[in-house]
């Protein structure tokens, strides 16, 4: 906890907004994504799919192939309370669906699905998409699973798998992803074997949006290795996330802002 209050320190003292940033591509981004604080009905649907979920006392066992939880102490988790503390927030919900929806991506990975609170604010930012979500807990997945049928979102298909064993048998030549949320195994290691693993399935327009840069020293070092690829272009560092843009006709940028 101290070392994430430090690292928020650090990053207040050196963000800016919108009013420093020089780039048209992020200024664009900015002001027209992440600033965007008119209502959309969307937003009532993501509300609904998070109130079902906090309505729900049951419990699951959770299988943690990750960096574990800060929060809990059991694998036995009741689904109103993962929802509650280890989902994605409201204010986050809403912002991945309007990055989904700003960027329009066809084919979406998600790499950790949780009870798919930010699958269903992916699914809605592009009805259109093909979306792949992971998750290495089985019954994890079950109530995701149960949750997009509940809510209509039928271009999702869900995988249980773990995730490197995903990677293993995936043909990266021949697939193309326009959105990667990475927010399964918040650990240095798996962090950039994924990102490594993954980069041969981008496109000029991909974007890439790594959860929890700041959870550990570890990934912070991870978020530092992944800047200084050369295949990177512009970064974006909003504290609880990190943006990877790789177009190619951009000078190599890295912004930290306020979101």
């Known amino acids: 906890m101290l070392f994430q209050i430090k690292s928020y320190l650090k990053f207040l003292w050196n963000s800016k907004n919108e009013h420093g940033v020089h780039s048209p591509f992020v200024f664009n981004l900015l002001t027209k994504c992440f600033y965007d604080k008119k209502s959309k009905p969307e937003y009532l649907i993501l509300n609904n799919y998070r109130k079902s979920l906090l309505e729900n006392k049951n419990f699951i066992e959770v299988t943690d192939f ?105 043909k990266v030549e021949t697939v193309t992803f326009q959105l990667i949320y990475f927010d399964g195994n918040h650990s240095k290691k798996a962090t950039l074997d994924y990102f490594e693993h993954l980069l041969s399935t981008i496109d000029n327009d991909s974007v890439w949006i790594f959860d929890d840069i700041h959870w550990s020293s570890d990934m912070e070092e991870a978020w530092e290795t992944i800047k200084k690829h050369p295949k990177v272009k512009v970064t974006i560092d909003t504290f609880q996330w990190g943006f990877v843009f790789f177009r190619r006709e951009q000078e190599k940028e890295h912004f930290i802002l306020r979101a």
Do not use: M
């Open 66 to 170: 990750g960096a574990g939880s800060k929060v809990f102490k059991s694998n036995k988790r009741q689904i109103a309370k993962i929802a509650k503390t280890a989902g994605i927030s409201k204010k986050h919900a809403e912002l991945l669906f309007r990055l989904t929806h700003y960027f329009q991506p066809e084919n979406i990975l998600e790499i950790g699905t949780s009870l798919g609170l930010a699958t269903s604010a992916l699914a809605l930012g592009n009805p259109k998409a093909k979306i792949t979500t992971l998750e290495g807990c089985p019954e994890t997945s079950s109530i995701a699973k149960t949750q997009f049928q509940k809510f209509n979102f039928d271009t999702i298909e869900s995988i249980v798998s773990e995730f490197q064993e995903y990677f293993k048998n995936l």
